[in-house]
């Protein structure tokens, strides 16, 4: 079979040309209505890009008399030429854009590292983006920049500790090449963007990583909160409580949210609702990952894509090129772009906000992993069972409990007990690594200038303990009891944890002979670097006892239209 340059047969090629012909004659007849039947037409040349091979063309006689053809005739010959004549154009045109010369790319736009958003650059071997030259090169001529991870990056995921933002903020140890106002300053273009905000908060660290002035980041977009690593929580936690005291804890900062979820980026708890909430409000908008310094942003986002890719093919390519997790407050250093939805619209993670009133501002950059908890957390009280039992045993009161004694927390914290009641209790919730010391606070100066550095870690070791700026800072706090059956409150170390003041510790609650004294105050003295700010809340509450003594408010119609809802 002869193929024309269209791949259709010879034949299907020739009654194309012979009914063009055709309308030609016809059309020429209207146009010329004296002709004679036998005019000769001027013969038509095609254009050589549109045939490849020439074919014979019989003569189409118009007919006459009973053969001429009926005014139906003509007009679907008229048709069939008009509609040749625009498929031959079409054709011409593609064929002229073919052979335009393709225009020259920017050269000038800078590629990122997939990883951490740093700009690529081969020129300072020890700072963020550096790619071996060669290798720049290489991936560049092959336009596979984009595909590059920078050698910051592979420490990173190595699990080498290496800041790289300094400043109010920032990190002293470590080489600084960004600054925390820098790394800000590229989040204040969502002001004025339409954008969906994801927040990120640690439950862990919940006041120091809330960043209670979003609104200047965010401006007027919708934000759906997220609070990360609830798989840390102590056991039998009931999570109906945590949902509850997180929505309270949202409606006093007056922050409005659509709605909140529990998430676990290591156990995939709650992420599926979180990408249902996304999918629902996005409405083509892109999506924008928004938190504090060393919330889990990049670990989120690849438990999103994770999840997402299950039905998302997109989402399942996206996974290739992911950004970098690790425990360095700032791995991310500019937005990294990720393509990973189906319907449009791109996912963002973004340089995470440091703050300066959280611990890991002012620990040494070696010492930063030991702030971020690697295990489900697990109280320790103060005093301990042991000290109520055997002063039980012997007939003795509980002298005065905490009365006179000071509790290190690591070489970070120190917390001197000024008068208490006998039967108060103070459970310390917190990374595993940092230990915690209780001396008669008569000693406690000398106590901390001997083990600064060997018991008290961090500073992990005497030669970061020189360099260490100390606990320069006081805070006095009157804590009231109102209920013998629930904790006064919360008190939470901004980048470290909390610690939970009880009237009586659960453990040694039931060997109570006689009726508690409750009618009192708590009055302590907490020694923490400058910066580090605490705060005082109601409760969280965990574990099996939280589930006991946790309230429910009771809310009128207006506050449940208003109160966003919880998923877990």
């Known amino acids: 079979m002869v193929l024309c340059h269209n791949n259709f047969p010879a034949r299907d090629c020739n009654w194309a040309l012979k009914t063009s012909a055709m309308a030609l004659k016809t059309l020429s007849t209207f146009l010329t209505p004296l002709s004679l039947p036998n005019h000769t037409f001027p013969k038509i040349h095609t254009k050589p890009p549109l045939i490849l091979c020439e074919f014979s063309r019989p003569s189409m006689p118009e007919g006459t008399g009973a053969a001429a053809p009926s005014p139906g005739e003509k007009f679907l010959q008229h048709h069939h030429s008009f509609e040749s004549s625009k498929l031959i154009l079409k054709e011409n045109k593609k064929n002229k854009k073919k052979e335009k010369p393709l225009k020259p790319s920017n050269s000038n736009a800078v590629t990122s590292c997939y990883g951490c958003g740093a700009p690529l650059q081969t020129s300072e071997s020890d700072a963020p983006g550096f790619v071996d030259p060669e290798t720049y090169e290489l991936k560049k001529k092959h336009h596979q920049l984009r595909t590059v991870l920078c050698g910051r990056c592979r420490l990173l995921s190595h699990g080498k500790m290496i800041t790289a933002v300094g400043g109010h903020g920032g990190y002293s140890g470590g080489k600084q090449f960004i600054t925390a106002e820098d790394l800000r300053q590229k989040l204040t273009h969502l002001r004025n963007a339409k954008a969906l905000i994801v927040k990120l908060v640690d439950v862990v660290d919940f006041n120091g990583s809330f960043l209670s002035r979003v609104r200047d980041l965010a401006g007027a977009n919708p934000i759906i909160m997220v609070v990360t690593k609830v798989d840390l929580l102590p056991r039998d936690t009931d999570f109906n409580c945590i949902g509850d005291w997180v929505v309270e804890a949202i409606t006093r900062k007056k922050l409005n949210v659509l709605s909140v979820h529990l998430t676990s980026s290591k156990s995939l708890v709650g992420i599926t609702g979180v990408i249902s909430e996304i999918q629902k409000e996005k409405k083509g908008r892109d999506v924008y990952i928004l938190g504090s310094a060393n919330v889990g942003k990049s670990a989120f986002i690849n438990a999103l894509l994770k999840t997402m890719a299950i039905n998302d093919p997109v989402a399942a390519s996206a996974q290739r090129y992911k950004p970098v997790q690790s425990a360095v407050p700032g791995t991310t250093l500019g937005p990294i772009p990720i393509n990973a939805f189906l319907g449009g619209g791109k996912l963002y993670d973004t340089p995470g906000v440091h703050l300066h009133h959280r611990q890991t501002a002012v620990v040494h950059s070696e010492d930063l992993s030991s702030l971020a908890p690697k295990s489900r957390l697990r109280g320790l009280s103060f005093p301990s069972s042991q000290v109520f039992s055997d002063s039980t045993k012997e007939g003795a009161p509980t002298a005065n409990g905490l009365n006179g004694f000071s509790i290190f927390w690591g070489g970070l914290v120190r917390i001197d007990i000024l008068k208490a009641l006998p039967e108060t209790c103070l459970t310390f919730y917190g990374p595993k690594r940092i230990p915690i010391h209780m001396v008669p606070t008569e000693k406690a100066d000398e106590f901390y200038q001997k083990e600064l550095g060997v018991l008290l870690t961090p500073p992990s070791s005497r030669e970061k303990a020189e360099n260490w700026r100390g606990l320069d800072s006081e805070r006095k706090l009157q804590i009231k009891f109102e209920d013998a059956e629930r904790p006064a409150c919360d008190i939470a170390i901004s980048g470290l944890g909390w610690l939970t003041v009880e009237p009586v510790s659960r453990s040694h609650k039931f060997k109570q002979q006689k009726p ?33 003594w946790y309230q429910y408010r009771e809310l009128t119609d207006e506050e449940q239209e208003i109160r966003p809802k919880w998923y877990f």
Do not use: D, S, Y
Not at 524 to 539: C, D, Q, S
């Open 516 to 548: 508690m004294e409750i009618a009192g105050e708590l009055l302590i003295a907490i020694h923490l670097p400058k910066p580090v700010e605490i705060f005082v809340r109601p409760p969280i509450p965990v574990g099996k006892a939280g589930a006991e």
